[in-house]
């Protein structure tokens, strides 16, 4: 069963596992097509099983580069994005901590998520990771930066009317189990500023 269609993939539900497969891009070069899926389903495969081992996200059960797909396990509960409106106050500090502690981990080990959205984590009464697709390895503070600020900016999109405290919680249950706060805070604060400085420009 389909569950889920993107730009990249197309993912199925089946006998209690997921299916990523990569989806053909027809406006590429069919090799060149071919060689961008594998490697980008090799690259999210390696992501999956160094993150699982870290944080809750789904563990792999296979990978297959020739077929573009990776089947992995299937974690059960809702979108974040879709419980938030049904928390009280206290409930939604609390949560939004525990995410912050989660992405600090994801951080201290060089992860980048890339698509840090409500969309992307199920909450089944804990954090759980999902759709490394646009992931990589970094330790630059500017990457951890920038994964804090699209999260910052996807609850202004989509929470707007509760986004500064579910932010704050966030950041500071990032800023107790962060390995380098303090430095990543003074990067957040320069990528913000830009962020505001080409928004000026576009008026």
Sequence with gaps: MEIARGAEAVVYLTDGKITKERISK????????SKIRKRTTRFETRLLERASKIVRAPK??????????????????????DQVDKM????KKKVFQN?????????????????????NIIYNGKINFIDFGLGFISPKLEDKA???HLLKQALASKHHEHFKE??????????????????????????EAR????????R
């Design 26 to 33: 027809s406006y590429r070069n069919k090799e060149l097509d």
């Design 60 to 81: 792999v059960l296979s990978s297959c580069e020739r077929e573009m797909k990776i089947e992995m396990e299937y974690i059960k509960g809702e979108k974040l994005r």
């Design 88 to 91: 009280s106050a206290q409930e």
């Design 99 to 119: 995410l912050g502690k989660e992405i600090a981990k994801l951080h201290n080990s060089d992860i980048i998520h890339g698509d840090l959205t409500t969309s």
């Design 146 to 148: 920038v994964d804090l």
């Design 166 to 191: 579910l932010y704050d919680a966030a950041l500071k249950g990032y800023a107790k189990d962060s390995k380098e706060f303090k430095n990543i805070s003074e990067r957040l604060k320069k990528v």
């Design 195 to 202: 962020g505001r400085y080409k928004s000026k420009k576009q």
